[in-house]
């Protein structure tokens, strides 16, 4: 975790995070804090707002050369990544990760009625090259954006072309990028134009990542590999001022995926697997565990109107109707015996559409109202699944079809939201709110989707859930620069299809139905402070928050076993324990962070232009604990920081030249909260049995663009080629890389 930190080259802007989550910094006088739209369904000023965040522009996103878009969010203010895999990366904001966290793109929601407990990378799912910025708004989100938003909300913002010219006018950029540590290679084409009223935008990358390498002589880190192709297209029409439609499909289809701790290719026995091969390795020494995606895709399809004509009812208007569509396919490969090879194939089409009505109206000159409708349905089928059994000895197949993890099922959710920004004089704001939602999720198993030992009936469930949830704060402006906040918020997450349906294997066991279950429900509590002056940018943040009914998943029995056989050994392996999920109780869960960058010195030259060296330190500090079994919370980082200086040209009208030097460190102290993840990790290490190590790592980079249509970006990364493992991650972390980025616009 923690590659790089940069600023927007086009208007100055840094931002930094610090103490975990986060600090904005901002090299302009006169230019505060970003205006964005995530954190109140509206453009505003963070500033003047209770509410923490940040926004990564496009600018910055070029200047990080990231692989990814989590990527793109390392060492940002109020996030943390988690990776799984080469190809992962789960943002965890305010100490919650997965289901806490709802990442979202262009107002589309990418978690639904079936998202599980842990990690994902749904994040992933858009074209990096497309990004036109990422807003993290940390914190309880609910009340704008219903279930799942209990730690915050990651939305990416595309590419939009936005100009309708009177003439036919057109553009584009080619983007090429190298990886030197896993031979990554990507090449990217955007073409744009229009003639009023009509415009398009056309997108299309195409990337190969190969296997890393890990750092100190580790060599290449076997199952880490993966190839991409996206594809996005856009039209806009623009009848008459103020009133736009937008059309767009987004396409990311990733192939040949493979996983690191779940190995298609048998590692070599290098100092990491030697102490780990029972990973691929069953009691008896048989190949197991093998796992890989020919396919992963995510689709999706909208159609926006945006009126800015005022009206008597409302000023601003913003209906979308989206579609996504989640289809891949698995094999998981094992050896039950000497003389057989066993694949079970599996494959999903799930679909997801939503309709999102959003209004607001000025009351008077002191208030302004937001207000809505979120509507979605989800078509959540169980999919297909069939094993192949290879017998070595007379090279014959048999086919068999298998009981699929989870039954059919849907899931339909509603909301209505109200919320009120409203200014007191001239120092007071206050932001303040509601929300009803109402979800139903249906399953319809049959004998076919119903595992042995479960009836038909205790799949077959309808529940309706509905929760009220609130949000309100206030911000003072003590001077110009200087602004006071609080906020007070609730935040629900309802049961999903993953939580009381799931059947079958999972990362560290294997799942039993769990029906019954209530929603999560939070309420937290958040005061800060905020300074920016033409110097001296800063943040410091505290927040507590309570959690009731949290859903936890324990170790268990079925049918009175602890343990299903999945390899037919006839031997409990630990990927076999049995996992129930029930409302364990209460939690809590507290972070403080903040930061400070300092513009030291000015009159400096880099490329003959007039720079600033800027030193900045950024952290957090996070502890949550389950109160009624008194054990530790899940993926809550522990002590963090980034330090290091900046070296920046000034950024004025009367050139296009920007440059940039950065040296940047990234501590992690070491983890000694136990937990039945980490517990896991520290077996992978093969560290001691009551912690896992802390580590730092240092990252330069450099970038210059010297006009409008050329740019390049160097990365030299983990630059001592430490061999180390991030904190919540179940593979070595990159060795030495040199990352090569070159743009051109036309």
């Known amino acids: 975790c923690g590659i790089l930190i940069e600023t927007s080259l086009s208007n100055g802007r840094v931002d930094y995070a610090i103490l975990g989550i986060g600090i904005n910094v901002n090299l302009d006088t006169d230019a505060f804090p970003e205006i964005v739209g995530t954190a109140t369904r509206g453009e505003r000023s963070l500033f003047d707002l209770p509410r923490m965040g940040t926004a990564v522009t496009q600018e910055q996103v070029r200047w990080k050369n990231p692989r990814t878009p989590a990527e793109a969010l390392e060492a940002e203010p109020g996030v943390f990544i988690q990776r799984t895999g080469h190809r992962g990366g789960a943002p965890i904001v305010r100490g919650q990760i997965g289901k806490f966290v709802l990442p979202m793109v262009d107002g589309v929601r990418l978690q639904g009625g079936d998202s599980f407990s842990g990690p994902n990378a749904l994040l992933n799912s858009v074209d990096p090259n497309m990004i036109d910025r ?27 072309n936005t100009s309708f010219p009177d003439k036919f006018e057109y553009g584009g950029e080619l983007r090429a990028r190298y990886g030197s540590v896993d031979e990554e290679s990507m090449g990217h084409l955007r073409l744009f134009g229009g003639k009023a009223p009509f415009n398009f935008l056309l997108g299309y990358t195409k990337q190969e990542v190969g296997d890393s390498v890990g750092g100190d002589g580790l060599g290449k880190l076997l199952n880490t590999s993966w190839n991409e192709e996206d594809v996005t297209a856009q039209i806009g029409f623009r009848p008459s001022p103020g009133n736009t439609w937008s059309f767009r499909y987004a396409s990311v289809l990733r192939t040949d995926v493979t996983r690191f701790d779940k190995p298609w290719e048998t590692p070599k026995l290098d100092k990491w697997w030697t102490s780990h091969s029972e990973l691929f390795k069953g009691s008896t020494g048989l190949r197991t565990n093998a796992w ?3 396919f992963i895709r995510t689709e999706i399809a909208a159609v926006e109107y945006q009126g800015e ?9 913003q209906i979308q109707a989206s579609y996504r569509r989640e289809s891949q396919s698995q094999i998981q490969r094992s050896e039950p015996n000497t003389t057989s090879t066993r694949d079970d194939w599996s494959d999903s089409n799930k679909e997801y559409w939503s309709f999102s009505p959003r209004f607001v109206t000025r ?18 089928p169980s999919g297909n699944k069939t094993r192949f059994t290879l017998n070595k000895t007379n090279g014959q197949t048999s086919e068999l079809a298998q009981i699929p993890s989870t039954p059919d099922a849907t899931y339909e959710d509603t909301g209505l939201y109200l919320q009120d920004e409203a200014k007191v004089g001239d120092r007071w704001t206050f932001l303040y709110g509601g929300r009803y939602t109402q979800n139903r999720l249906v399953s319809r198993p ?7 030992g479960v009836t038909v009936e205790g799949l077959t469930i309808d529940e309706r859930d509905e929760a009220w949830t609130w949000s309100a704060g206030t911000v003072y402006a003590a001077t110009p620069h200087l602004h006071f906040s609080a906020n007070v918020a609730t935040a629900f997450r309802s049961p999903s299809t993953s939580d009381m349906l799931s059947t079958g294997a999972f990362t560290t066991g294997v799942n039993s139905p769990s029906t019954g279950l209530s929603p999560e429900e939070s309420i937290t509590y958040v005061g800060g402070m905020k300074y920016e002056d033409d110097r001296l940018k800063g943040r410091l943040t505290y927040s507590w928050t309570d959690i009731t009914n949290l859903i936890v998943s324990k170790q268990g029995t079925f049918n009175g076993s602890d343990f299903v056989d999945l390899n037919g050994d006839g031997v409990k392996q630990s990927t076999e324990q049995v996992y129930v999920k029930s409302n364990a109780g209460d939690a809590f869960l507290y972070t403080i962070d903040g930061g400070l960058s300092y513009k030291a010195w000015r009159g400096l030259s880099l490329m003959g232009t007039s720079a600033a060296l800027s030193p900045f330190v950024r952290g957090g500090y996070a502890l949550g604990k389950n109160t009624t079994d008194d054990l530790y919370l899940n993926f809550v980082p522990p002590l963090h920081a980034d330090y290091g200086l900046r070296l920046e040209t000034d950024t004025d009208e009367k050139t296009t ?13 070491h983890q000694d909260r136990i937990t039945s993840d980490t517990d896991s990790q520290m077996k992978l290490r093969g560290a001691s049995s009551t912690e896992l190590p802390g580590y730092t790592v240092y990252h330069l980079s450099t970038g210059y663009s010297w006009n409008d249509r050329w740019d390049v970006t160097l990365s030299l990364r983990n630059l001592t080629n430490k061999y180390y493992q991030e904190v919540f991650s179940r593979l070595p972390a ?5 990352v090569l980025s070159v743009g051109m616009k036309f």
């Open 446 to 452: 049959t004998r076919d989707t119903t595992p042995s």
């Open 734 to 738: 990159d060795g030495f890389s040199t």
């Open 363 to 380: 009351v008077g000159d002191r208030h302004r109202l937001t207000y809505g409708l979120d509507h979605r349905f989800e078509n959540i």
């Open 134 to 160: 990422i807003e993290v708004l940390e914190g309880p989100s609910s009340m704008l954006y219903g279930s799942d938003a209990m730690g915050g909300v990651v939305q990416i913002l595309t590419k939009r």
């Open 657 to 669: 030249k920007h440059a940039f030097v950065e040296f940047l460190a990234h501590s992690v102290r």
């Open 292 to 294: 890989i995606n020919p």
């Open 309 to 317: 004509s005022p009206t008597p009812f409302w000023e601003d208007v």
